[in-house]
């Protein structure tokens, strides 16, 4: 049985983590503060990454799954703490690429600040390297937009709030502007393939190899509970994120490396009936952001 750390276990990613390597069998420690309940079957490590006092120092890990490292000091003040360990997979993200790069990014693309993420991406950055100067073998997953269940990000669940109460729905345009996604099990999975197969490829842009235009994103979202959106297209310039889950950006990466180990993702009509499904009994889970309050106060005539 293999011994697995994950960093947090108390939400979205790295709770569903949690839960998928009890599932799968590992022997999973949880590193948080033990603010939140806890997924059952794990071992609680209590604790603050940056203050753990040489609680790590007498353990062995043959895995570290760092879904919670978000800049240099995360990384730093992890790795000073942590004994023995195996592999080491960091949890990054596509924010690393600036918007103007040629896309779809690649791995060795430029990595610069984001006007869209700012700061979320240059850390990430800084987190990277810090982990690779210490770290030289180890594993980092850029991918896009995560979803499935769990998530506590309004996204998905707008969507799905909206057509539960058979709202018009509001489109950004025409509704052309392109999404790609990543199932939260396709990336538990890819990470167990790279645990067991320990692939050349270090540093891999994860993601489904087709991406989805938003129009078709909000039609599939309707159609996990039997409904049919009739849209409203906002051409006025108003600032997206006011009344719709994304950023006006669109961008791609390239999966190349991730298809050779993982190329079969699960389906996003198959990922978001998932969520639906999750989001039916754990509604009061997910950070809600007024984006129906602007709505009816701006857009609705």
Not at 90 to 112: H, L, R
Request: with cysteine; charged share 25%; hydrophobic share 35%.
């Amino acid at each position: 049985m293999k011994k697995i750390l994950i960093t947090g276990g108390t939400t979205f990613v790295s709770k569903y983590a949690a839960t998928y390597f009890v599932n799968s069998g590992y022997e999973v420690y949880v590193l948080n503060r033990n603010t939140k309940p806890q997924v059952q079957g794990v071992n609680l490590i209590e604790g603050d990454r940056h203050n753990l006092h040489g609680i790590l120092k007498d353990m062995f890990f043959d895995v570290v799954a760092d879904i919670t490292a978000y800049n240099d000091e995360d990384i730093i003040d992890l790795l000073d703490e942590l004994g023995s360990f195996g592999q080491y997979i960091m949890i990054s993200s596509s924010a690393v690429y600036p918007e103007y790069g040629v896309q779809p990014f690649a791995e060795d693309s430029e990595q610069a600040a984001n006007k869209y993420w700012g700061a979320y991406g240059t850390d990430k950055i800084k987190a990277e390297k810090a982990l690779l100067q210490r770290v030289n073998d180890a594993y980092i997953l850029r991918p896009p937009y995560l979803y499935g269940p769990m998530n506590n990000v309004y996204r998905e669940a707008f969507v799905f709030d909206c057509a539960l109460a058979d709202r018009k729905f509001y489109l950004p345009k025409d509704g052309s502007m392109k999404l790609q996604f990543f199932h939260v099990e396709d990336l538990c999975r890819l990470m167990e393939i790279i645990i067991e197969k320990k692939p050349a490829d270090h540093i891999m842009n994860v993601g489904n190899s087709e991406a989805v235009s938003i129009k078709e994103w909000v039609t599939m979202c309707y159609e996990c509970l039997g409904k049919s959106p009739v849209f409203e297209n906002v051409c006025e310039e108003i600032e997206q994120r006011k009344y719709f889950s994304f950023y006006n950006y669109e961008y791609s990466l390239d999966v190349t490396c991730q298809n050779k180990i993982y190329p079969e993702t699960i389906s996003l009509k198959d990922g978001l009936r998932a969520s639906a499904e999750w989001y039916s009994e754990h509604s009061n889970e997910v950070n809600r952001k007024p984006l129906i309050e602007y709505i009816d106060s701006n857009l609705v005539c």
